[in-house]
């Protein structure tokens, strides 16, 4: 009969009651190709190492045969921890896995456990759609995550390296790197970046620069008076957006900007409670 471990891969690959468990060199073992994580902290391994040398391995690794050894399928965390440990061999699970497998796998126990970055999290599920022919639909069923949750996480793949470098660290947060995508003038997105990390900008605060850069003062009507551009500046400041007041000859019209579905939800509201 089969059993599950944990969480993460272990959750997905079943292990049998029949199933063995190893004892394995460390030197014979070698980390996983599909390893989307790309980042392991010092503090984590240490953190971890510690707690091997007093209790042990409590889980042991999964692993596939290799040319020479073995490759990690899951586990590498607790390889890099006993290796810091100095510990000389770990316990292992063989199992017999195809390469789709052995990607699918390290991909999504990754995005199971939460442990990626917002970018290592973008690349797993591009990853995923383009090795595995999943549509996002598909890959949202598979990861137990919402299409819009993918659908954000991939588009952030369209900033510069740069920028995708400053979200794996740490200096930008994924709000950030949203609010980035809506600057038209592409030549400004260094220059903005900069400021944003040295001013420690929120994102409220970003989406707002943004916002003002997008509408270049040239194109606002100079027939429009100082009373209608006051309205302007108290609506912008209500809606916490850019708003603009446009007077034909027998009409007018006021446009209110929003980025994104929760933005708009926030002026509606805005709105409701003006007219009660």
Known sequence: MAKRLGRGIEALIPVQEND????INLKR???????????????AIHELSQSIKTYGILQ?????????????????????AAKAANLKEVPAIIKKLTDHEMMEFALIENLQREDLNPVEEAFAYQKLMDELNYTQEELSKRVGKSRPHIANHIRLLNLPKTVLDH??????SMGHGRALLGLKKKQQLAEIVNRTIREQLSVRQLEKTIQTLNVPRETISKKVSPQLRKREKQLQQKFNT????????SKGKIEIEFLTDEDLERILQLLQKEQT
């Open 20 to 23: 063995e468990v190893e004892k």
């Open 29 to 43: 073992l070698s980390t996983n190709p599909y390893q989307p994580r790309k980042v392991f902290t010092e503090e």
């Open 60 to 80: 042991p690794l999964i692993v596939r045969e290799a040319v020479d050894g073995y490759e990690i399928v899951a586990g590498e965390r607790r390889f890099r």
């Open 167 to 172: 979200i794996a660290d740490g200096k930008l």
């Open 242 to 249: 850019n708003v603009t007041i446009k007077r034909g000859k």
